[in-house]
Every structure is written in C-alpha cells, then in structure tokens.
C-alpha cells in the first residue's frame, strides 16, 4: 500500500509541470488580468465633466499571466463625444504583472446635452489564439458648468493650518512667515530651539475645506498659486523647486467629494528664503478631476512677514552692548573721569562741538539734499563728512589724548549734543554710537594705540583698526535701522556702504587725523 | 531765514509744556521713543504724530520755530520715502521710474538687478518717516521749551556724572562761537582763491583746511578754559552742590507715570504679538492682547 | 594804597620749565604782595608772566607737570603742599579772552559753578552769586545768555565767577587786553572798586602799561624770567631806559614831562597840567578849568607811540588824502542796510566812498556794525537795501570768490587764517590757487616783508601769537590784493606786531580798511578816520579832524589821546608827544624872548 502510495507521489510529481501547463491553458481573463477604465483620468466610480470641456479617459490593462497575451482595447464612447485619439488600441504583454495603460483625450462638445452617459472600454485578450472579451463600463455625468459651480465651494481657508488642514490659533491668520535661513542663523535657531523648519526652505501648510451641496459625488484636483496682486503673476518665491521638481508636482490634492458633504484638506506651502514679505494674493482652484476646467476659485489676500533674525539679533545684541556700556559707565563715573585730566574733558567737549558744527549741523540739510542729486549713491557724498571729516576728528583726538575711554567720551558729548540741540536722544543714535564707540575703543586698545605704552603714530594700523571698527558699527547701524525703523535696504547697498564708507572712508580720515593731531599736538605744547 | 539758530535755541514761555520738569520731559521723550519704535500700525503711528505736534500748540511754538520744525520734517520723510521708494523689497510692487537698468554695464550687477523706484515704496517711505518724524517733532519740543541748563540739570538728576554734564554745556556753549568759526575760515580760504566746491581729490584737502584752523583754535583754547575751570575748584572735592534744584511736581509725576505705564504697556504687548507672529510663544490666554497689538499698534 | 595788613603772596626763588623744554620759563623769580596791594606785572611778550600768575594757585604744578622748585606761598600756604580746593578758595584767575573762560550759557551758572564746586549750601551759592554779580555791576544780567553779553560784560563775569569763591588774591592775565574801550572802561574800574573797597589784592599781568599805570601801587617787569623792575607806581617812570629797552609802552604824560626835561612822571592828564602849569607855562597858558581826575573819570586814554611812529600822525593828515582824493573810487556804498533780522538792524543807512590808496580807520565800540561794514566790502554779507560797489562790482550777485585777488582780509582771529603745513604753504596757497605766475617772488617778498623768512618751514599753528599775525598778513600779502582789510588786527597783540604790519601797508601805498579800538593807531596811519556809532557813521574825516570831534568821540565811547586832551586845555595844536613838546618849546622859547 506504501509502494502505492509513494508510486502515486512520484507521478504527481512528474506530472506536475503537465497539470500548470494545463493551467495555463485554463486562462480566466477577470482573474488573471485587470482591464480598468477611469473617466475622467484620477476618478474611481462615476465622473463629473461639463460641456465643452476635453478630458482625458485612462485605461489601465494589467497581467498576471505569465505568458504571451495579446490585447486590444477598444473604447467607446457616447455618441457626439470626439475622441482625439484611435479608439482602438494594441498591445502584447508577455510576463507576469506587465501591464499597459494609456490617456486617450476626448471632447464633449459644448451642446452635448446634461446626462449620465455610458462609456464602455472592450478588451479582446487572445492567449495562445484563444480570445477572451472583458467588458467595462463607468458612468459620466455630464452637468452644466453652473451646476458644478454651484454645487461645489471652497468654504473656508485656514493660513496657515497643521498637517492635517486644521487651523493653527498659535500663528496669526493669513499670515505666512519668511524665515531668514542663514548658516550661522540656523545653528543659533536650533541652539534655541526656534527653528522647526528645513533647511532650504520654510514649509507650512494650509488647510481647504471643500463643500459640496450637490446630489453627486464630484472627483475633483485642488491646487493653488500665490499671485502678485498687481501683476496677477505666480511669485517664483513661493514655488521653489523642491528637490529639482517643480512645486507644482506636490502642491495639490485630488479628492472627491460625496454628496452633501464637506471635506477638509491641506495643502504643503513652500516659502524659499528669498520671498519678499509684503501683501500677496492666495488663490485656490479647484478643478474637476481630469479636466483643466476650473470649476472653483478662491481668493484670499494673504500676508507674508519677512522675519529676518540677523538684523534683530544684530540690534538686541548691539542694544544689550550699548546699555552695558552704559550702566558700567554709570556705575563707575568718578573711577573713569579721573583718568582725565580737565583739559583733556574741555579738549573732548570741544572736538564734539566741532564736529557737531563740522558734520551734524550740514549733514541736517545736505544729506537730503545729497540723497536728492545722487540718489543711492550719495554715501559716496554723505561718508566725506561722516567718515572721513569724523575719522579726521577722532584720530586726532586720540594722538592728543592717547588714551583709552576718550572715543566713548567724545560720542558721548555728540549724543548728549544732539539731544540738546536737535532732541534726538533716538535709540538709532544711542546704538550706533556706543557700538561705534565700543567697537573703536576694543580695536584701538588690543592695537595697541590706547594701551599702557600708546602709540597712536602708525596711520595704516590705526587706519586699519578704525576701518574694520566703523565696517561692524556700519553694519549695526543698517540692522538697527532695518528693525526698529522698518526700513529696507538692499543688501548690495548695505555691502557697498560698508565697503566704501565704512572701511575705505574710516581709512582715509584716520590716515589724515593722525596728520592732523600731530600739527595739533605741536599747537598744544 | 531757518539757521542753526532756530534750531538750537529754546524760546523760554510760561505753558504747561514750558513749566514740565526737565527729566519728566527727557522721560516722557525716552518712552514716546519706544512707542514710536514699537508701532506698525499707519493710524496709531498717525495719531501719534498728532499728539506730539499738539505739543507746539499747548508750548505756544513761534512762527520761526514751526517753518524749522516743517522744513525738518519735510526733508526727514522725504529722505525716508525716497530710500524706500528705492529700496522697498515687499510685494507687490510697481516699478514708477527706473534709475539703473538691469542690463546696464557694471551698475546693472553692483546693485543686484537694476534699481528702480517703486510707487509702493514712497507710500512706505512715508508711513514709516512718520516714526522718526514723531521722534524728532517731540525731541525738538522738547529742546525748544527747555533751556539748555535745565536739561543739563535734568540729566544730572537722572544720574550723568557732572563731569560729563559739564562737557556737555561747554560743548554746547561754544558751538555758536565755532559755527561762526567755521564759517570764517571758509571765507578766508575764498577770499584766497581756494574754491571749496571743487568735488574729487581736493576735498580732502578741503576738510583738512577747515578743520585744522578751527581745531588749532579750539586746542588752544582748551589751556586757558581748563586752567579757568581748575582755578573754580573744578573736581576738587568729590560731591558739589548745586544753586538750581529741581522740583518735580505733581502734574511731571502723573504726565511721567502715564507716559512710562503707556508706552511699556505697548511695548511689552507688541513683544508678546511678534513673539507670536514669529511662532515662538503663543498662548490662548493672551489672546485679547494679540487683537488689540494686531489692530491697533 | 596799601593796607599793611600782612603778606599775601611771597614767592622765593621760584624756577620752572615747562614740559618737553629744556630753557626754565621762569629763572628764580622773588617776589611779595602785601595784602590789598594792586601790582602790575609787565613785561615783554615771553617774558614769563603769565606762568608766574599760574603758579600762584598750584595749578603749576600741580596739573601742568614740568619742573618746579622753589616757594610759593598764598596767605601762609604753600601752593605746592596744598590741596587745590583750599588754593582755589584764596587765588582767583581771570584770563585774557573771555570767551575762552566761560564755559555756561547762563550767566549765574558761571558765577555759582566755583561756590558749587566748593560744596556750599543752596542759600549760600545763592548769596555769593548776588554779591559777586554786584561787585562787578551784573546783576541785571543774572538770568542772561553768556553769549549775548559785550566782551567788558563777559570778562565781568569772569571776575564775578571769581568773586563768588570770595578769593583774597585776584590774578588777572592781560584781562582787557581784547576790550574795546568800553568793554576796558568796565574791566578797569570793577577792579578798582574790588581793591579799594574789598581789599582784595590784585596780580595783574598786562602789557599795555601806560593805560593800567595810573591805578596801581606797584610796577613790577618781568624780562626773559626774571624780575628786572619792582618799584611803587608813583616812582616807576623816573627812569625810562627799561621801559623803552623793552619796547613798553610808556604813560603819554610822563612822556611828554621827561621830553620836555620836567622831572616828574604824572600819569594822568590832570597831573601832567599841574606839573606843567607848576614848572613852565603857568603865565602862558593859563589854564582856566583842570579836567577831572583821571581816578574819578577812568575813561581810557591813549597814549603816544614812540618816536619813529610820531610823525606818521602828522604825515598821515597833511599828505595823506591830498594823494588819495583825485584817485579812482575802489568803494561805493549807498544807503547801506544791514542785519540779521528784519527788526534789528546792524547798519543803518551807510553812505560811503573810498579810493585808491586811502587808508581807513573805522572806529566805534563793538556792535557799532564795524565788522559787518568790512564783511560788506568783501561780499561776505550782501545788503538787506542799499547797493555796495567793490571795484565798480554790485556785492549782490558776488561771493567772496569773486572778489579772491583783489580783496585781501585780514581777520580779527589770525588763528582762524591758518591751516597749512608750513608758513611758506601757507604764503604760497592764495598764488597758487589763483594760478599766479611769479609764485616764488611773492612768496619770498611777504616773508620778507613780515620778518617771518627763517619761520618759513615751521608749523604755523604752532607759532607764538604775533608770528601767527605775521603769517597771516603775509598769506594776504601774497596774492597783492587791491584792497586790504583788516578788523581789528591790533587786538590782543603786542605793539611789535602792529607796527610791522600797519608799517607795511603804508609804505606799500596800499588801500586798506582798518577796524580798531586804538585811537593811536588809527591817528598813526590812517589817513581818513571813520567813526561808527549804532550803524551809523558818525564822523568822517582826516584824523586830526574827527579826533578833535570830541562829540563823536564820546558817542563812540572814545576819548582823546592824552596829548592832545593836554594840548586842548593848553589851547595848542598838536597830536603826538612830539608835536607837542615842538610847540611847546617854540612858546616858551618866544615867551623867554619877549
């Protein structure tokens, strides 16, 4: 019974590869393939389409025979539809899980009547010159382009919203955030855990809740442009690419929308560094899925706020310098004061008049004046005045009093003049001059110059020393006007005003001050 | 004709304004400052333009000092609305004029694309001007309703060492002397045939010329006033007293207690609403404090 | 005057050298001030004094370093042991320019900065702020700007500041010598009240010796360091050798008495008459009606120059505007109105014509528009109504460029004048920049002519005060201007510079218009005075002419040279000492023939 029984194993073994040959030959075309039809492209069930309109209808023919099979596709669509293209399609599919698909654009002429019409795709799969006919059929509802207009909305808009579409009540409304994005920033933000973002670019998202009132489900693609308001133009700023793709092939949703019902969705906004902060519009399409007919549109005007931490962290810190300075100063008047000898605190408050007279008192005018004939470029006119005729005076005055304290001293008596004289005991001034006084004050006494044994003889050190002084104090100045005035400056304008009066100016007025107070120290002897 | 003196000097009346202490004037100047500075919404920043230049009514301000006050200002935010006409980096923006064409040689890439002046930007050139504008009205209030003594004694009761004080007085005591100075050395040099008009390499030459006459002067004079100042017992003893002391009363402690309760207020409001705009604290809780820093300031 | 009541400064052989020099300034000075003692101390430019004065509240050395030694001593106290609080108490110090001493806007925070310092009570700054202003006539001006005040007022605050700390010595460094007569009327007799009726010693250092002669006690002269003259006032002037060996201007009525041979030093015109009337011309003259003593009217008097500038007076009046009348007109001014604003009005109505090779004084005390008619001439200022014509040229559509060649300015200030490297830069700077030809000629002939050749590489900022005159005449000199003005080139500068300058323009026939306050001057070398009052011309005239018009005089706060007040009462015509003693000696000489 044994022998039998192993008898009978080793035949069915043996016999195996002749049953699936058998197999193969017993082809059950709805098992072993899938023929699917969409109509529109992207919806699963009955589409929505409106007259007039071109859609695509996706065929999709896949096998799971492993085996030569032959197909052809036939597509048939309703009568008056135009197709564009051959409705009847070819293929061979020879492996296991190969597969065949194809968008076949077709146009519903604009009075084709409101309806649900058929749309039937026919494959006549031949394996091994057995032909095996699969049949799919999916409805389409041709509407009215007012029906679908009417039936869809975008309810609401939620800016900026989490992941899931949902507002966000810890940001403000409409509201976007240009991050700045610097290396140095970045390490900072993280230090401090502020920053959340990626590296590149700011990403948020918004939230979209379409409604549909209708009585039927409605396939639709949701996507967005943020547009100049005046120009009506996508701004480049907020379509970064992401990764080398384009934007645009991330930014939308596809969705359909049952009867009666509403639907949150979110959508992933891309803010690249360089955005531009100011009022931009937001506009929502929605469009019905597989057609490039805009059923809905939205607008909202949205706000972008462009935080650039590295003028606001320039101006708290230099702030937080100038106040330092201020309370050591004040903590110890007598200690410091004594240092100076009475003619050197008459020769300082003298030297601060002077160049109130010498700078303050023309720049009040002719630097309007100058912005009004050069225009950008009127540094090139103002930094005379304010770099090199001030640089003249400070020089001189350290080579007459080389010690160290005077500079803070002398911008000291011009901020406290230019309180009493003109009332501008302004934060800009205060910061400017105390970073400018602080920053001088360090380079001159690690040089050197104001130290125990002072030499302040050497014009290029000094000039040096001052230039690279007033290019920090420079920058200062453009962060603190940037952030406490709101004012914008281009960064080439801030680049070049850092070059050219900051350094190249200070260079040349220390140069000639030392000149200066050498002939004055010869008056003073 | 607007010189540096109706600029610099105060005319002494007897107004509500005149009569405010020095340092509640100096406080009240330092906290109208840090509104100003915290302020971004047009209306507010207006209107508090418009208190400050009520102050010239209340101080009765001449004529002369009114014209000042216009040209200054005029030239402030026009200097303003111009640099941000051309500077303006928000959206949208319409280019009005433009000065550099991006594809002019050189100056086309010095500055990054062309430059142009943007219709946009005078209008933001004008909003924010208003913010240096209200700072520099209330500052000029401030100097030309208070004698520059008083202010030297104000800052000496907000604790600035005398010594400094003192240079500061000096300082500005000789500026008419030196203005006057400077004016004549520019004439000698005309007189001599030096044109200092002349723009390039001889403007070097030209401050230099200015400068050491009137440095020279002031250098020698300093001898003789501190040798005067020494011979008061200047810094001989380590306190000194003082014939004017100033008295604040009631009205400066109330005027000084609003102003620095107001502007700490906004300022401590605006900081919570930017640290919730920037996405680093939020709280439901301050949720009031949010709508008021966002409509109103 | 002197009270007897103790010594109040006793200096002994004090020696002390400046910083970085090698040659001591002052060369073991002694010397003694009884208490309510007013001495002067004189002496050439350099000679020390002004380091003296210094000394006297520690001030040298202790904030000035160099080296001292020796003994100073104020009240028993030596300085150099002293704190500086308790010095400053005793020694007050008032200064040449006024301007360079007060460092307040208002003038009782100048006054009540010394008692502040010296940590009084309120009530009692307060006190000593009234008294001092009192003593010195300002107590009107309490409340006032320092800076709307007259140079005399502003120097009375300087002595009123002292005064508040209530000092026993007051040490005063050439304190009138940048006053206009007015302004050293005012200085002068606040001192006098402050040692007579406070007894409050007074040091003061001063050059021009023959206006200050009169009020003290005691002359003392001071040459390279040291102390060559110590002698009473009254005893000063017996021997002259050393006054004119160092170049000090001697009283014009102890001049006229040694030239004509009286022994006898009067140093007023009052004492000078007795003398006279006493010794020779009591029969001739017969003078009716003494003027009042010069104690009682301290009005300035000017006095005589020395004898090589005597006949200039003389030569001035008799040729110069004969040679000058049928010249070219250089200036022509119609109704000239001028100011700064509309209600105040610095020149009101000015008519005037000068010509080629006139040389102008314009006289009057400060504010009576001299500076703003020389500014006028130069274009500097252009008229609110009225015309100037400058070579033919309406001021009106020039600038002072326009006129760079042919008007030279000498100003007030020489100091602001100066900003070249070397005196020869600074020479050369006005030829060059109007592209001249012969640059190195004239560079070359005005340091000749200003003495200033061997100076030529030095710094010129850095040159003792007349030198820097020099420079800047010879920076003008150099481009040969047309027309040269000068405002107020006299003040604050010793009698060497003047003379080299003034010297000049008249021998080089220049057209030159002068302002000054020195009625010698003026009488020396102009040929036509001008006398300004509030904007006005007052007087126009040859010297002799307007210094006779003692009414315009007066209205211009100017009063006559001594000599000529002498020779009014004595009912002669002269102007100079030497004039005088000519006609004086001819009548006593016709006197003895009859």
């Known amino acids: 019974m044994k022998n039998i029984g192993f008898f009978l194993l080793v035949l069915v073994l043996i016999v195996q590869p002749a049953a699936a040959q058998v197999q193969q030959e017993d082809f059950k075309p709805e098992d072993m393939t899938t023929f699917m039809i969409q109509v529109p492209h992207g919806v699963e069930g009955n589409g929505l389409a409106v007259g007039n309109n071109t859609l695509s209808a996706y065929l999709y023919f896949e096998s799971y025979y492993d085996g030569n099979m032959n197909v052809t596709v036939e597509l048939d669509l309703p009568k008056g539809f135009v197709l564009r293209e051959p409705s009847v399609n070819s293929f061979s599919l020879h492996t296991e899980y190969d597969d065949w698909y194809r968008l076949l654009d077709f146009y519903i002429p604009a009075d084709t009547p409101c309806g649900t019409y058929n749309i039937t795709a026919k494959a006549v799969v031949d394996v091994e010159g057995t032909k095996h006919t699969i049949v799919r059929t999916t409805q389409l509802k041709v509407a009215s382009k007012e029906e679908v207009a009417n039936e869809v909305s975008v309810s609401q808009l939620i800016i900026p919203s989490d992941e899931d579409g949902y507002g966000d009540p810890s940001h403000p409304s409409n509201t976007l955030i240009v991050q700045e994005t610097s290396p140095a920033l970045k390490k900072l933000l993280k230090v401090t855990d502020l920053k959340t973002e990626n590296e590149d670019l700011t990403t948020t998202f918004m939230g979209i809740k379409l409604t549909n009132t209708g009585n039927s489900t409605i396939p639709v693609i949701v996507t967005y442009d943020i547009l100049d308001t005046k120009t009506g133009e996508p701004v480049k700023a907020f379509k970064p690419d992401i990764m080398g793709m384009n934007t645009d092939t991330v930014r939308y949703a596809t969705l359909t929308l049952s009867p009666d019902s509403s639907s949150l969705i979110s959508l992933p906004m891309y803010i690249s560094q360089d955005a531009m902060g100011g009022d931009y519009l937001l506009r929502v399409k929605v469009k019905l899925t597989g057609s490039d007919w805009v059923a809905v549109t939205k607008d909202q005007k949205i706000t972008a706020i462009s935080r650039k931490w590295e003028p606001i962290i320039t101006t708290f810190i230099a702030s937080l310098l100038g106040l330092t300075a201020l309370g050591f100063f004040l903590s110890r008047p007598r200690k410091i004061m004594d240092r100076f000898k009475t003619r050197n605190l008459v020769m300082i408050a003298l030297f601060g008049t002077v160049s109130f007279a010498a700078i303050n008192l023309p720049m009040t005018i002719l630097w309007e004046l100058s912005h009004a004939i050069f225009g950008p470029f009127s540094f090139l006119f103002t930094g005379l005045f304010n770099e090199i005729l001030l640089y003249m005076l400070i020089a001189s005055l350290v080579v007459l009093i080389p010690k160290p304290g005077v500079i803070s001293l002398f911008m000291m008596v011009r901020f406290l003049l230019g309180g009493f004289i003109t009332g501008s005991f302004t934060p800009i001034t205060f910061i400017t001059l105390s970073v400018n006084a602080i920053m001088l004050e360090l380079m001159l006494y690690a040089g050197g110059i104001t130290s125990k044994n002072p030499a302040p003889h050497n014009k290029f050190k000094m000039g040096i020393l001052c230039g690279f002084a007033d290019m920090v104090s420079s920058y200062v100045s453009f962060s603190v006007w940037m952030v406490l005035y709101r004012l914008f400056y281009s960064d080439w304008y801030i680049a070049s005003n850092i070059l050219i009066d900051g350094f190249l100016y200070t260079f040349i007025g220390t140069w000639f001050g030392i000149s200066l107070g050498n002939r004055l120290k010869k008056v003073a002897e | 004709m607007i010189g540096a003196r109706s600029i610099a000097e105060p005319t002494i009346k007897d107004t509500v304004i005149h009569r405010l202490d020095p340092r509640a004037k100096i406080l009240i100047l330092i906290s109208t400052v840090f509104v100003a500075v915290s302020l971004d919404n047009q209306k507010t920043m207006f209107l508090l333009f418009l208190i400050v230049l009520s102050g010239f009514v209340l101080a009765r301000t001449p004529a002369i000092k009114i014209k000042t006050l216009v040209l200054l200002l005029v030239l402030l935010i026009w200097g303003t609305i111009y640099s941000q006409a051309l500077f303006y980096s928000q959206l949208p923006r319409t280019v009005i004029f433009t000065i550099i064409s991006p594809d002019f040689p050189v100056l086309g890439w010095l500055t990054g694309g062309g430059l142009f002046v943007y219709e946009e930007g005078l209008h933001h050139g004008a909003i924010q001007g208003l913010r240096s504008a209200s700072i520099l009205s209330l500052g000029l209030l401030m100097c030309w309703t208070t004698d520059s003594r008083d202010m030297l004694n104000g800052l000496v009761g907000l604790r600035v060492p005398y010594s400094v004080a003192f240079m500061v007085i000096t300082a500005v005591r000789f500026l008419p002397i030196i203005i006057t100075e400077v004016a004549t050395v520019i004439t000698v040099q005309r007189l001599r045939g030096f044109n200092p008009k002349k723009f390039g390499s001889g403007i070097i030459r030209t401050l230099l010329n200015i400068l050491t006459p009137t440095i020279a002067n002031c250098v020698r004079r300093t001898g003789t006033l501190a040798v005067s100042i020494q011979s008061r017992a200047f810094r001989a003893n380590l306190d000194r007293t003082s014939l004017k002391k100033l008295k604040f009363s009631d009205i400066d402690k109330i005027v000084v207690a609003v102003c620095v309760f107001a502007a700490i207020s906004i300022v401590i409001m605006k900081l919570i609403y930017n640290m919730y705009t920037s996405g680093i604290y939020y709280t439901s809780g301050l949720r009031p404090i949010y709508a008021i820093a966002g409509g109103y300031l | ?594």
């Open chain 3, 1 to 594: 005057m002197v009270c007897g009541c103790g010594t109040m400064i006793e200096i002994k052989d004090l020696w002390y050298t400046y910083p970085g020099r090698s040659e001591p300034t002052l060369k073991g000075i002694n010397l003694r001030v009884e208490k309510g003692e007013f001495v002067l101390l004189t002496g050439p430019t350099g000679c020390g004094k002004s380091t003296l004065l210094k000394t006297l509240n520690g001030i040298i050395p202790h904030e000035s370093g160099g080296i001292f030694s020796g003994s100073v001593k104020v009240k028993g106290m030596e300085t150099t042991d002293s704190n500086h609080m308790e010095i400053s108490k005793e020694v007050g110090l008032v200064f040449q320019n006024p301007d360079d001493q007060i460092f307040s806007t208002i003038v009782e925070d100048e006054v009540a900065f010394g008692p502040e310092n010296l940590c009084f009570e309120q009530k009692e700054i307060d006190r000593k702020v009234e008294d001092a202003l009192q003593i010195v006539g300002m107590s009107d001006h309490r409340f006032a700007s320092t800076n709307s005040l007259s140079g005399g007022q502003k120097q009375r605050i300087c002595i009123a500041s002292m005064l508040a700390m209530v000092p026993e010595v007051l040490a005063m460094d050439e304190p009138i010598s940048q006053m206009d007569p007015v302004g050293t009327h005012e200085v002068l007799n606040t001192v006098r009240e402050l040692n007579r009726k406070l007894k409050t010693t007074i040091l003061l250092v001063e050059h021009r010796l023959h206006e200050l002669a009169p009020f003290v006690d005691r002359i003392v002269v001071m040459d390279d360091g040291k102390i060559v003259f110590d002698q009473p006032a009254s005893k000063a002037f017996d021997h002259l050798e050393i006054f004119y060996r160092l170049g000090l201007r001697i009283p014009e009525p102890v001049e006229l008495c040694h030239s004509l041979g009286i022994k006898a030093s009067p140093l007023s015109v009052s004492g000078a008459l007795a003398v006279l009337n006493r010794e020779y011309f009591k029969e001739n003259t017969g003078i009716s009606q003494p003027p009042p003593n010069p104690e009682e009217n301290t009005g300035v008097k000017t006095s005589s120059r020395k004898a090589s500038v005597e006949n200039n007076a003389f030569e001035n009046n008799i040729f110069g505007n004969n040679t000058s009348e049928n010249n070219a007109s250089i200036i022509s001014i119609q109704d000239l109105w001028s100011g700064y604003e509309k209600n105040k009005m610095v020149l009101k109505g000015i008519n005037l014509e000068i010509r080629k090779g006139e040389r102008v004084a314009i006289m009057g005390t400060n504010g009576s528009g001299k500076s703003t008619l020389l500014l006028h001439l130069a274009a500097i200022l252009k008229p609110y109504k009225g015309n100037v014509k400058v070579f033919g040229e309406d001021t009106r559509s020039k600038n002072p460029y326009s006129f760079a060649g042919k008007v030279g300015f000498v100003f007030q200030n020489p100091d602001l004048m100066l900003f070249c490297d070397s005196v020869e830069e600074e020479t050369r700077f006005g030829p060059v920049q109007l592209k001249y030809s012969d640059i190195e000629e004239r560079v070359r002939n005005s340091l000749e002519a200003m003495s200033i050749l061997p100076l030529r590489h030095d710094l010129p900022q850095a040159l003792s005060r007349g030198q820097r005159l020099r420079t800047a005449v010879a920076s003008v000199i150099s481009i040969n201007p047309e027309l040269i003005l000068l405002d107020e080139p006299t003040t604050g500068q010793d009698r060497v510079n003047i003379e080299q300058m003034m010297d000049f323009f008249k021998n080089n026939n220049s057209t030159l218009i002068f302002c000054t306050h020195d009625v010698e001057v003026a009488m020396s070398y102009a040929t036509r005075i001008l006398v300004m009052n509030d904007g006005q011309i007052i007087a126009d005239g040859k010297g002799k002419e307007v210094i006779k018009d003692t009414e315009s005089l007066r209205k211009a706060s100017l009063t006559q040279p001594p000599v000529v007040e002498i020779a009014n009462y004595l009912g002669v015509n002269a102007f100079s000492v030497k004039e005088l003693v000519k006609t004086l000696t001819s009548r006593t000489v016709e006197g003895i023939k009859c």
